[in-house]
T-cell receptor
Framework: EDQVTQSPEALRLQEGESSSLNCSYT??????LFWYRQDPGKGPEFLFT???AGEEKEKERLKATLTKKESFLHITAPKPEDSATYLC???????FGAGTRLTVKP | ETGVTQSPTHLIKTRGQQVTLRCSSQ?????VSWYQQALGQGPQFIFQ???????GRGNFPPRFSGLQFPNYSSELNVNALELDDSALYLC???FGRGSYEQYFGPGTRLTVT
C-alpha cells in the first residue's frame, strides 16, 4: 500500500540551529513530491515541488531534496517565524504525511 | 490576484444532517481539489474537479459529493453526517488537469455532534 511517513513528529530547535525533516514514501510511479507549510488554523502554503531523484529546490532558509525513496527539507539557521507544521505529499493520489511540527525558540 | 476563499469558516451540524461547503478558486485557476484534515493529521484527498468534471477521487464514500461551476468555484456536499466527519475541510485550486501545484484556502471547520 502506498504510504508517506514523516519524521520526526515534532522538532524543537534553537534559533540558528540547522536541521532536516524527513519524508519517506513508498509510492509506485511517483509523479511529484510536494512540500507545504501549515500554520495553526490555516490552510497549507505551497513551498516546493520535486519531480525526479537528485532534484533540489531552495527558498530562503529552506532547501528540499529528493531521492528515490525519500525527501528532505533542510532548514538552515532557522528563525522563530519558521515555526509551523511542515507537510509533504506524494503525487499519484496526493497522499500527505502527518507532518512535522517545528518549533524554533529564540 | 484573489486567493482561494472558503465559506463558512465554522459550522456545527447534527449527526444525520447534510452540509454544503463552498470554495472560490484563485483567479486564473480551473482545477479544484477538496481535502479532509483531522486534528493532528495530514490532509486526505477527497476528489478533484477539472472544468466541471470529477478528475480523481480518494477513498471516501459516495455520501461525499461535489460540483464545480462554470466560474470554477466549487461545492462539497456531505450527506448523512457522522461524528467522524468532524474535521477541517480544505479546498485547493490549481491550473491544469491533474495539477497539484495548488494553493489552499483557509478551510472550513466542521463539527458534528
Amino acid at each position: 500500500e502506498d504510504q508517506v511517513t514523516q519524521s520526526p513528529e515534532a522538532l524543537r530547535l534553537q534559533e540558528g540551529e540547522s536541521s532536516s525533516l524527513n519524508c519517506s514514501y513508498t509510492v509506485s510511479g511517483l509523479r511529484g513530491l510536494f512540500w507545504y507549510r501549515q500554520d495553526p488554523g490555516k490552510g497549507p502554503e505551497f513551498l516546493f515541488t520535486l519531480y525526479s531523484a537528485g532534484e533540489e529546490k531552495e527558498k530562503e532558509r529552506l532547501k528540499a531534496t529528493l531521492t528515490k525513496k525519500e525527501s528532505f527539507l533542510h532548514i538552515t539557521a532557522p528563525k522563530p517565524e519558521d515555526s509551523a507544521t511542515y507537510l509533504c505529499a506524494a503525487y499519484n493520489d496526493m497522499r500527505f504525511g502527518a507532518g512535522t511540527r517545528l518549533t524554533v525558540k529564540p | 490576484e484573489t486567493g482561494v476563499t472558503q465559506s463558512p469558516t465554522h459550522l456545527i451540524k447534527t449527526r444525520g444532517q447534510q452540509v454544503t461547503l463552498r470554495c472560490s478558486s484563485q483567479s486564473g485557476h480551473n482545477t479544484v481539489s477538496w481535502y479532509q484534515q483531522a486534528l493532528g493529521q495530514g490532509p486526505q484527498f477527497i476528489f478533484q474537479y477539472y472544468r466541471e468534471e470529477e478528475n480523481g477521487r480518494g477513498n471516501f464514500p459516495p455520501r461525499f459529493s461535489g460540483l464545480q461551476f462554470p466560474n470554477y468555484s466549487s461545492e462539497l456536499n456531505v450527506n448523512a453526517l457522522e461524528l467522524d466527519d468532524s474535521a477541517l475541510y480544505l479546498c485547493a485550486s490549481s491550473f491544469g488537469r491533474g495539477s497539484y501545484e495548488q494553493y489552499f484556502g483557509p478551510g472550513t471547520r466542521l463539527t458534528v455532534t
